[in-house]
């Protein structure tokens, strides 16, 4: 079972960039891994924000982070990462990564083994 640490997450003013980082607690490729990225505000559910196949054929970003999130991997770090530019205050909330079989922006089902995950804070 593959256990992930999440990390980049910090302050940040409205307009302001960030990028997160997922890789393997014991520093194992994530190769053969699909990575999604989910999110979490205060006071709402988990939601999906992006997702990358294993292959990096397949790409999937929310509506609300299109244009403005980039995902990608470092095949020789190992590490997923999570490029935010032009950061609203509605992007606020603790980030978190998960290796999947299917690259999916649903949130898993039964999933009860997330990591600490990485606050994000937009603020003036």
């Known amino acids: 079972q593959v256990q992930l640490v999440e990390s980049g997450g910090g302050l940040v003013q409205p307009g302001g960039s960030l990028r997160l980082s997922c890789e393997a607690s014991?520093?194992?490729?994530?190769?053969?891994?699909?990575i999604a990225w989910f999110r979490q505000a205060p006071g709402k559910e988990r939601e999906g924000v992006s997702c990358i196949g294993s292959s990096d054929s397949t790409i999937f970003y929310a509506d609300s982070v299109k244009g403005r999130f980039t995902i990608s991997r470092d095949r020789a770090k190992p590490t997923v990462y999570l490029q935010m530019n032009n950061l609203k205050s509605e992007d606020t909330g603790v980030y978190y990564c998960?290796?999947?079989?299917?690259?999916?922006?649903?949130?898993?089902?039964?999933?009860?083994?997330w990591g600490q995950g990485t606050q994000v804070t937009v603020s003036s």
């Open positions: 998960a290796a999947e079989q299917f690259c999916s922006l649903s949130v898993p089902f039964g999933k009860d083994d």
């Open positions: 014991d520093g194992l490729s994530l190769d053969y891994f699909q």
